[in-house]
């Protein structure tokens, strides 16, 4: 199965790619994951990656797509992908079904994480983690039992994350419309794009993801 989640940073597709691989056994291809490996193993498309970001440039569609391509060369028994972060633009897009088509597969679904930008900067701005163990908070949805005292290991010292913030949340989600939602046209010309409500519950999101999913 190739799988591609889109939505905007905060919908929730890093969570429920990591359901999907722990319940189905697909693997998470995700861009910036495999360039920061590719650069750490010195590779020709590491090296190639590594000059541009040291030049401060954009990593071009070139070495990205081979990165995917090199992850794509798989046995028919394979389980499948979850492709994340990629393809972001409309180029990419037709690049990746160049790739799968050589090798007899293509895209089998791609599911938007559909949200409320103003619902999602309230999620996102109001979440803290204990910095000792990192379990999640939230100012409106989940404080601590005890004010102050983490609820699993007791530790009084809270974290946020420096980009949480509104500004933050609104430039992403601009990013997002601006660059990665024009390529819904060209999946939904294949009739495969479902759209789930990012917005509900974590279960219920999963649930809904899978109902539409094949198999």
């Not at 979850?82 to 633009?89: E, F, N, V």
């Not at 004010?147 to 980009?163: E, L, M, Q, Y």
């Not at 759209?195 to 809904?208: K, Q, T, W």
């Amino acid at each position: 199965m190739i799988l591609v989640l889109l939505g905007p940073p905060g919908a929730g597709k890093g969570t429920q790619a990591q359901r999907l691989t722990a319940e189905r056994g697909l693997v998470q291809l995700s861009t910036g994951d495999m360039l920061r490996a590719a650069v750490k193993a010195g590779s020709p498309l590491g090296q190639r990656a590594k000059a541009v970001m040291d030049a401060g440039e954009l990593v071009s569609d070139d070495i990205v797509n081979g990165l995917i391509g090199e992850r794509l060369d798989v046995p028919a028994d394979h389980p499948g992908f979850i492709l994340d972060g990629y393809p972001r633009t409309r180029a990419q897009a037709e690049a990746l079904d160049a790739m799968l088509g050589a090798k007899g597969l293509h895209v089998d679904k791609v599911v938007e994480l559909v949200v409320d930008e103003d619902a999602l900067v309230d999620r996102i701005t109001g979440r803290f983690t204990c910095a000792n163990c990192g379990e999640g908070y939230h100012n409106r949805y989940k404080l601590p039992k005890v004010a102050d005292t983490c609820d699993v290991c007791g530790s009084h010292d809270f974290k946020r994350r420096i980009d949480d913030n509104e500004a933050t949340v609104r430039t992403r989600m601009a990013e997002y419309r601006a660059k990665t939602a024009p390529i819904l046209p060209y999946y939904d010309a294949k009739h495969i794009v479902a759209r789930v409500d990012g917005m509900a519950s974590m279960a219920v999101v999963g649930a809904a993801i899978d109902a539409v999913l094949p198999g």
